[in-house]
């Protein structure tokens, strides 16, 4: 059975730092594409980032710069880094694995970020 299983979130300030871990299981991790998305109330949920097997990364707009997705393929995890956040940031995050516009996991519980003063 396929679990994702995001962490991290929290409340920060403008202009701070989170860094979101999702830890996979029930899928050959090192072979799937990661993505992380999110969604804003009263939002579609949106694509913030992706890393394929081999590495490569690619990033919305919104984040390119102050974002950044990593993975750990011998723990299972895909992180993101994410810096100089902002109130638009506020959201709760997700990750899923396989193609980026049309994942393959069941979306989990997601992890809330806000970004407050």
């Known amino acids: 059975q396929v679990q994702l299983a995001e962490s991290g979130g929290g409340l920060v300030q403008p202009g701070g730092s989170l860094r979101l871990s999702c830890a996979a299981s029930?899928?050959?991790?090192?072979?799937?594409?990661m993505g992380w998305y999110r969604q804003a109330p009263g939002k579609q949920r949106e694509l913030v980032a992706g890393v394929t097997s081999g590495g490569s990364t690619n990033y919305a707009s919104s984040v390119k710069g102050r974002f950044a997705i990593s993975r750990d393929n011998a723990k299972n995890t895909v992180y993101l880094q994410m810096n100089s956040l902002r109130p638009e940031d506020t959201a709760v995050y997700y990750c899923?694995?396989?193609?980026?516009?049309?994942?393959?996991?069941?979306w989990g519980q997601g992890t809330q970020v806000t970004v407050s003063s």
């Open positions: 029930g899928i050959i991790f090192s072979i799937n594409t």
């Open positions: 899923n694995f396989g193609p980026l516009s049309t994942p393959w996991g069941n």
